[in-house]
């Protein structure tokens, strides 16, 4: 399985970006994909995720002003990030994951990275 992010880069404070995320491979129907962000110094969080079914939880930070989707079909996420703030700025990955009985298979994206800054 591999995981291609796409659709970082340098925006100002207020602006937008989306990112893609394009995954291949052998993929289980059933899956949840994610965005996940680490920014210097700091641990890799949560950004979204959503399910295969279209089921989507945000962290707060980022609630209201970030939309994430995904097109089975394509086998792509997207990561709408709208209202950007410095605190946004960060590598943003993709990961996708799924259980087949007692094991879980969990992959990650190489990272694009976010930066906000005027």
């Known amino acids: 399985v591999q995981l291609v992010e796409s659709g970082g880069g340098l925006v100002q404070p207020g602006g937008s970006l989306r990112l893609s995320c394009a995954a291949s491979g052998s993929i289980f129907s059933s899956n949840v994909m994610g965005w996940y962000r680490q920014a210097p110094g700091k641990q890799r969080e949560l950004v979204s995720i959503i399910t295969s079914d279209g089921m989507a939880n945000y962290a707060d930070s980022v609630k209201g002003r970030f939309t994430i989707s995904r097109d089975n079909a394509k086998r792509t996420a997207y990561l709408q990030m709208n209202s950007l703030k410095p605190e946004d700025t960060a590598v943003y990955y993709c990961?996708?994951?799924?259980?087949?009985?007692?094991?879980?298979?969990?992959?990650w994206g190489q990272g694009t990275q976010v930066t906000v800054s005027s």
């Open positions: 990961n996708l994951k799924w259980v087949t009985g007692l094991r879980q298979h969990d992959y």
